[in-house]
């Protein structure tokens, strides 16, 4: 069904959508308001109202996210040692795959990261 290398592939596009879906939910708008551009972000918001509508569940949003990115991090560690395959062509397209997919679960920890910061965070220090 999955080998190693789809999974690894299928976790790290879903960690970086739902991390990406932290950042637009909660962190933008909290950027937004705190770099002084309310009127960016009430045009937005009038332009994709269902922005605030997800807002009430950043709390949900973000445990998931947070399972999302952990599991993709775990099924990338346990299988940094599998073997790739034998053909040179196969081989060559299985270590690109890899690089690609820790490339995208640290791009994805950043983005949640500062989604964090920015929703439950960014207020008691700025």
């Known amino acids: 069904?999955?080998?190693n290398?789809?999974?690894?592939?299928?976790?790290?596009?879903l960690s970086l959508f739902t991390s990406i879906g932290t950042l637009l939910c909660c962190a933008l708008p909290a950027l937004l308001?705190?770099?002084?551009?309310?009127?960016?972000l009430a045009g937005l918001i009038s332009m994709s109202p269902w922005i605030t509508n997800i807002s009430n569940y950043k709390n949900y949003i973000f445990i998931i996210a947070g399972i999302m990115?952990?599991?993709?991090?775990?099924?990338?560690?346990?299988?940094?040692?599998?073997?790739?395959?034998?053909?040179?062509?196969?081989?060559?397209?299985?270590?690109?795959?890899?690089?690609i997919s820790l490339y995208s679960i640290i791009f994805s920890t950043l983005i949640y990261l500062i989604g964090v910061?920015?929703?439950?965070?960014?207020?008691?220090?700025?």
């Open 1 to 3: 069904m999955f080998n």
């Open 5 to 13: 290398a789809n999974k690894q592939a299928l976790f790290s596009i």
């Open 33 to 40: 308001v705190t770099l002084g551009m309310g009127a960016v």
């Open 69 to 99: 990115l952990a599991l993709s991090i775990l099924i990338l560690w346990l299988n940094r040692n599998a073997p790739c395959p034998i053909d040179p062509i196969q081989a060559k397209a299985c270590t690109k795959l890899r690089k």
């Open 117 to 126: 910061f920015f929703t439950f965070f960014a207020a008691d220090f700025l």
